[in-house]
């Protein structure tokens, strides 16, 4: 459970909470820089066969998110690169899915290793370098855990900018204490939480009657479901409002609006 922020309710088409238009990844839109990043244990290192796999699985994850872009009228593409693709970026400090201050520092030490000095100086390259609109970060890990998604708030980000302007995700092979692996529809399901994404399943025994109600309205919701093969789900309504595919929000979405907002979303 990541580090809850208690936030204060907002009015109708006020997306602030959902990070849209902050840090890196503002609104899913446009072209996004999407840098994939393999580490793993030294007792553990990824074969270059299990790397070329996951790469496989952010293209697909990809090809969903800009199917599901064009249904609501809008044009996404991506630009990817890779560091550590070879197995050779082998780490023993690699944070734990309930490590939530090592969580929040880990992708800068990573830049680090790569030649960046900060979260910022990546996302500066990349403006001046590529043609993306905004960037993000995949951290796969060979190891077990709980992935989670790392986006900026305005909270976050008027705290500290240069910490947590590049907005990451984290994913462990597989999923804790198993031996299922991370599937494209969690990926693609990490990766909205960055563009402002809500969880809609339950988060605690007070999200009961909300997780209902999506399973009712929005069965098929990728923010509902990451276990599904990804092209049996759909980005609801919601959620495309949120992450900047639909323009206009209803007053019913605030409903399904969790209680709490949270730097780290799983």
Same mark, same amino acid.
């Given at each position: 459970?990541?580090?809850?922020?208690?936030?204060?309710?907002?009015? $109708?088409n006020d997306t602030s909470e959902s990070t849209k238009n902050i840090g890196s990844a503002r609104a899913l839109e446009g072209k996004v820089y999407?840098? %994939?990043?393999?580490?793993?244990?030294?007792?553990?290192?990824?074969?270059?066969?299990?790397?070329?796999? #996951?790469?496989?699985?952010?293209?697909?994850?990809?090809? =969903? $998110?800009?199917m599901q872009a064009l249904r609501y009228g809008k044009h996404l593409d991506f630009e990817n690169c890779a560091f550590g693709s070879d197995g050779s970026f082998l780490d023993n400090e690699i944070p734990e899915s309930c490590d939530a201050s090592n969580a929040f520092t880990y992708p800068s030490k990573v830049l680090l290793k790569i030649g960046f000095p900060s979260k910022?100086?990546?996302v500066n390259w990349v403006r001046t370098h590529t043609v993306c609109d905004q960037c993000l970060a995949i951290i796969f890990s060979n190891t077990k855990g709980r992935s989670y998604a790392s986006p900026v708030t305005k909270e976050i980000y008027n705290y500290n900018p240069e910490?947590?302007?590049?907005?990451?995700?984290l994913l462990y092979r597989y999923f804790t204490d198993s031996n299922?692996?991370?599937?494209?529809?969690?990926?693609? #399901?990490?990766?909205? #939480?960055?563009?402002g994404? =809500?969880? $809609?399943?339950? $988060?605690?025994?007070?999200? #009961?009657?909300r997780a209902l109600k999506t399973e009712l309205m929005f069965?098929? %919701?990728?923010m509902l479901h990451t276990w599904r093969n990804i092209w049996e789900t759909q980005i609801d309504e919601i959620n495309a409002w949120l992450v900047g595919l639909k323009e206009e929000g209803k007053d019913w979405y605030r409903w399904f609006e969790p209680d709490q907002d949270s730097y780290l979303t799983e």
């Open positions: 459970m990541g580090i809850r922020i208690r936030v204060k309710p907002k009015g $109708l999407v840098l %994939s990043v393999f580490v793993a244990p030294y007792s553990n290192p990824w074969t270059p066969s299990e790397i070329e796999y #996951h790469k496989q699985k952010v293209f697909e994850a990809q090809r =969903w $998110l800009k910022t100086a990546f910490q947590y302007y590049l907005e990451c995700c299922i692996e991370t599937t494209t529809a969690a990926i693609a #399901h990490e990766i909205l #939480h960055l563009f994404a =809500w969880d $809609l399943y339950e $988060l605690d025994d007070s999200d #009961h009657d069965p098929n %919701s990728i």
